[in-house]
């Protein structure tokens, strides 16, 4: 999914929580599970719907792990002027990470939108 599209100031995210869940167990290449809460606020003048998302994982290496994919999770949901659209979802990481994206909208006219989403930091408790 390229993230190709015009930027609509009125569409934007806001990460609300990041919490790390002690004892998840993830693959050995990385064991460690962080849920994040995230709104997608429509303050624009026209709906739009969530297409599609690219995330980007950085660790503390600088290593990058790349996730794309339609929806989101699961859904294709439509946002009217003044909406929002709330879920969590989680990432997987293997060291102190940081992660930020993208989400791809279409308007009701078929024009495809950009909604960044701001970066946040998944870092290990300090043990």
Same mark, same amino acid.
């Given at each position: 999914?390229?993230?190709? *599209? @015009?930027?609509?100031? +009125?569409?934007?995210?806001?990460? =609300?929580? $990041?919490?790390?869940?002690?004892?998840?167990? *993830?693959?050995?290449?990385?064991? #460690?599970?962080? /849920?994040?809460? /995230?709104?997608?606020?429509?303050?624009?003048? %026209?709906?739009?719907? !969530?297409? +599609?998302?690219?995330?980007?994982?950085?660790?503390?290496?600088? #290593?990058?792990?790349? !996730?794309? *994919?339609? &929806?989101?999770? +699961?859904?294709?949901?439509?946002?009217?002027? +003044?909406? @929002?659209? #709330?879920?969590?979802?989680? #990432?997987? $990481?293997?060291?102190?990470?940081?992660?930020?994206?993208?989400?791809?909208?279409?308007?009701? &006219? &078929?024009? =495809?939108?950009?909604? %960044? !989403?701001?970066?946040?930091?998944?870092?290990?408790?300090?043990?």
């Amino acid at each position: 999914m390229a993230t190709k *599209g @015009q930027e609509d100031k +009125g569409l934007w995210v806001s990460v =609300d929580r $990041v919490e790390y869940v002690v004892g998840a167990s *993830g693959p050995p290449d990385r064991p #460690h599970q962080f /849920v994040y809460y /995230v709104t997608i606020h429509n303050d624009s003048a %026209r709906a739009v719907t !969530i297409v +599609g998302r690219k995330w980007v994982v950085r660790n503390a290496l600088g #290593h990058r792990l790349v !996730i794309e *994919g339609d &929806g989101v999770v +699961g859904q294709f949901p439509r946002l009217a002027p +003044g909406e @929002q659209f #709330h879920y969590n979802s989680y #990432h997987l $990481v293997d060291s102190d990470s940081e992660a930020e994206g993208a989400y791809l909208a279409k308007d009701e &006219g &078929g024009k =495809d939108l950009v909604v %960044r !989403i701001p970066a946040f930091r998944l870092d290990l408790p300090i043990a």
